[in-house]
């Protein structure tokens, strides 16, 4: 064999490899898979921009401006966006100490035992519970028991309720990243004779700290858009105040509503301009309101783990 | 079998036994009368039901480095990290017997055991930096302890060159520890367990995965007095070899 036929030889040995014929399908399969979630999320928001644009290209100001109203021209999503976002601050205030608090101790300082899985079996449990049964938890609690504190039907008692929806999500979540905290870490701060607090504090939480906001703010995205337990603690559509400002802490124990409310309060009129016009303008609101928080999550989670020197 | 040859490398701790775990003499005994500053007395480690050690006897005397060598798995991990109460780290590890330094209980009720890792540091077998800048992870066990700001640089610098780090990292210092080779990695360790002065130092085979070169001469600390680890031999030929020729007593397993 000369020299050239050798070369040819190695070439065809390094060209010609097994078919893959199980990838490509995986592949194709994958793929379409991803193409197929993007599209019905792409017609999805299509059909709400089209059916919206009319008014929200022409009267967005006021749109946004203005309470509700009987006339569709003039009707206004201002206590949706006010009430849906209290209810937001409201539901992180509570829910975010409690979980994360909750987590830390079920991962940090419970020593294992049947107890600490059967306490960590239930909340997973209750993270599937469906929402309206929170609603139901919330108008028996929080509106009538609690009552006098928080006024009844108001976005207080609301806010809890959503709180208690989400205080189990925002728990697994945050036990999850404290679990991924590698051990050797904490061994490294126990090494050098630090306290428990100290492991706790200044390397398990920075470490576990971009997962617990990811888990936590989109938990919060989901339970802003949360209609059916709202609609069980007493949110309405009618006879609310309109002259409320941002930071009017009057409202807190008013009659509130909240965009979800708004929205299937809206798609159920006769009118056209409520039923397709207005409560399409309401949704992109609400989406965008779900997008600032899961963008406020991915931007946080990038500067922590900037932070951390990954 | 020869320490050179051992599968599993040593642990250094900065105290000799008098005895060691099979009853053999190692063979660099010095001072018989040395007082221990740590013994082990019919130490049993359970994980679970699973007796991972069964009535091991050491004692360490003070100013001495002890080796302890042998097969993967025979326990030398787990009786060092008894020593220092890293044990009570994982649930399901218990102790039967004493441990004692300077004649204390180490698992006597009352006893804190992070006062114990204060006075017994510890030096990991996978390098374990924080993820935080090289300066921060030499101070943190000072900074904890309350030393004054004022002293950090100088604890930094002292502590680096002990470890044979300084000259590799001076310039950059505010780093992420996290970008540092896994040698270099293990040596910023040595300068963390060394920067809070502890009495004794155990090291879980510090260097199994350093790479021997003649700049780096932790394989072969020197008890001084109060027993730190000292890098005065610079001699490539010594630092190749086993920590086993480091060691004033080396226990077989």
């Known amino acids: ?310 | 079998m020869a320490p050179d040859q051992a599968p599993v490398a040593s642990v250094m701790a900065r105290l000799a036994p008098t005895t060691d775990m099979s009853g053999n003499k190692g063979p660099l005994v010095s001072d018989e009368t040395a007082p221990a500053v740590l013994d082990a007395k019919d130490l049993s480690v359970y994980y679970g039901s699973f007796r991972a050690v069964r009535d091991v006897n050491l004692e360490f005397a003070e100013h001495e480095i002890t080796a302890m060598i042998g097969p993967s798995g025979c326990g030398k991990s787990t009786v060092l990290r008894c020593l220092n109460r890293m044990n009570d780290l994982i649930p399901s590890a218990r102790i039967e017997g004493l441990v004692r330094f300077r004649g204390h209980d180490l698992y006597d009720r009352q006893v804190d055991p992070v006062a114990v890792r204060r006075r017994i540091g510890m030096v990991f077998q996978k390098p374990n930096p924080f993820p935080k800048s090289i300066f921060e992870n030499v101070t943190y066990g000072p900074k904890i302890a309350g030393t004054p700001k004022g002293q950090f640089d100088e604890i930094v610098e002292t502590t680096l060159r002990k470890a044979a780090l300084w000259d590799e990292v001076k310039d950059r210092l505010q780093d992420s520890a996290l970008g540092l080779s896994g040698g270099q990695a293990q040596r910023l360790c040595i300068a963390r367990a060394i920067a809070t002065n502890p009495e004794v130092l155990l090291m879980d085979e510090p260097c199994s995965r350093a790479r021997p070169n003649r700049h780096w001469s932790g394989r072969r600390p020197h008890a001084r007095t109060q027993g730190r680890i000292h890098d005065r031999d610079r001699d490539p030929q010594h630092a190749t070899g086993s920590s086993g020729q480091r060691s004033h007593r080396i226990l077989y397993r």
């Open chain 1, 1 to 310: 064999m000369d020299a050239r036929s050798t070369i040819d030889h190695d070439l065809g040995l390094l060209l010609k490899g097994r078919p893959d014929t199980k990838g490509t399908i995986f592949r194709a399969v994958i793929l379409s898979a991803l193409l197929f979630s993007l599209l019905i999320l792409t017609v999805l928001l299509y059909q709400v921009i089209t059916d919206g644009w009319a008014v929200l290209s022409t009267r967005f100001g006021d749109f946004i401006g203005s309470g509700l109203r009987s006339d569709a021209e003039d009707a206004g999503i201002k206590q949706g966006l006010l009430g849906t976002f209290w209810l937001a601050l409201i539901t992180a205030i509570v829910a975010f100490p409690l979980g994360i608090g909750a987590a830390i101790y079920l991962e940090e300082y419970a020593t294992p035992s049947r107890l600490t899985s059967f306490i960590d079996i239930n909340i997973r449990n209750l993270a599937g519970v469906p929402s309206v049964v929170y609603g139901i938890l919330g108008l028996s609690i929080f509106v009538r028991r609690a009552g006098s504190l928080t006024g009844g039907a108001t976005p207080l008692a609301a806010g809890l309720t959503l709180a208690a929806l989400v205080l189990p999500v925002v728990i697994i979540t945050s036990a999850e990243s404290i679990r991924s905290v590698p051990q050797p870490l904490r061994e490294a701060g126990y090494g050098v004779g630090a306290t428990k607090w100290e492991v706790t504090r200044h390397h398990v939480l920075p470490y576990a700290a971009p997962g617990i906001l990811t888990g936590t703010l989109l938990s919060l995205a989901r339970a802003a858009g949360e209609a059916a337990p709202l609609l069980l603690v007493g949110a309405v559509t009618g006879r609310l105040g309109s002259r409320y400002e941002l930071w009017d802490f009057d409202q807190l124990r008013q009659r509130f509503t909240a965009m979800p409310i708004i929205i299937t309060s809206w798609t159920k009129q006769p009118q056209e301009g409520f039923r397709v016009d207005n409560a399409a303008a309401a949704i992109v609101m609400l989406v965008l309101f779900v997008l600032l928080l899961n963008t406020a999550a991915i931007v946080l989670r990038s500067r922590f783990e900037r932070k951390r020197g990954m």
